[in-house]
């Protein structure tokens, strides 16, 4: 005959994972515990802890996997969105020291109201 997995109470879970009850309850709510690594009746809840720890490393790795193999592509077309960026801003900076120049050397300055005043 084989034998059945432990359950244990919300309390235990918590303590064995070294969580606060809290977030155990919220974990529940977000369906981060998968449904099959706990029995609930009414309000009460047991947990196979065996269960729970493997689904946990599980997702654990893979999310860890997931990390390493992000697309290079979306990386190279992020780096030439910031190279491209990088040129418009430069060639803003240009064209504002090209008029600045323009107007340190005329005697006439623009204002506001794009009417010409005569500098005093």
């Known amino acids: 005959m084989s034998e059945l997995p432990t359950y244990v109470p919300l309390g235990t879970m918590a ?41 946990l490393l599980a997702c654990t790795q893979e999310q860890t996997f997931e990390d390493t193999l992000k697309d290079p592509s ?18 803003e900076d240009l064209d504002l020291d090209a008029e600045l120049e323009v107007a340190e050397h005329n005697p006439f300055v623009l204002d506001d109201t794009n009417d010409y005043q005569e500098e005093y």
């Open 15 to 55: 303590e064995k994972l070294s969580l606060a009850e809290i977030t155990l309850r919220n974990w529940l709510r977000e369906g981060k515990i998968p449904k099959h690594t706990y029995i609930k009746v009414g309000n009460t809840y047991r947990f196979n802890f065996e269960a729970i720890e493997k689904e």
């Open 74 to 91: 979306l990386d190279a077309e992020l780096e030439a969105e910031d190279l491209n960026l990088d040129a418009e801003l430069e060639a």
